[in-house]
């Protein structure tokens, strides 16, 4: 059974950075697409960002583009989320996602991601 065990959550000023991590375990890490979603108090989930199961191709969403940068490190069938120059707005509980197919993750509302992490708050003070 595919498990999505998150880290790196807390409390930051803004201007801040944070890095977000994301392990996969129970199944082959590659055979998976990986995104980060999140999903603000009373607001819907959103996209944030994913990589592709090639490893090859990085996706983001317009209003993080130049400050988050997703990447993996196979070996330990992680995902990271760097998140840098934070802003009030990117308050939300952040979300990891594996997809076997990358056009489920990317982009999407996440409606027919396979597999979810717990959540990680990210509160970011202003």
């Known amino acids: 059974q595919v498990q999505l065990a998150e880290s790196g959550g807390g409390w930051v000023q803004a201007g801040g950075s ?8 129970g199944s082959p890490f590659s055979s998976y697409a990986m995104a980060w979603f999140r999903q ?34 196979d070996a330990k069938n992680t995902v990271y989320l760097q998140m840098r120059s934070l802003k009030s707005e990117d308050t939300a509980v952040y979300y990891c996602a594996a997809d076997t197919s990358n056009w489920d993750v990317v982009g999407t509302d996440g409606s027919r991601v396979d597999f979810w992490g717990q959540g990680t708050q990210v509160t970011v003070s202003s």
């Open 40 to 73: 603000a108090p009373g607001k819907e989930r959103e996209y944030v960002s994913a990589i592709s199961k090639s490893r090859s191709t990085t996706y983001y969403t317009d209003s993080v583009k130049g400050r988050f940068t997703i990447s993996t490190d």
């Open 18 to 25: 944070l890095r977000l991590s994301c392990t996969l375990s």
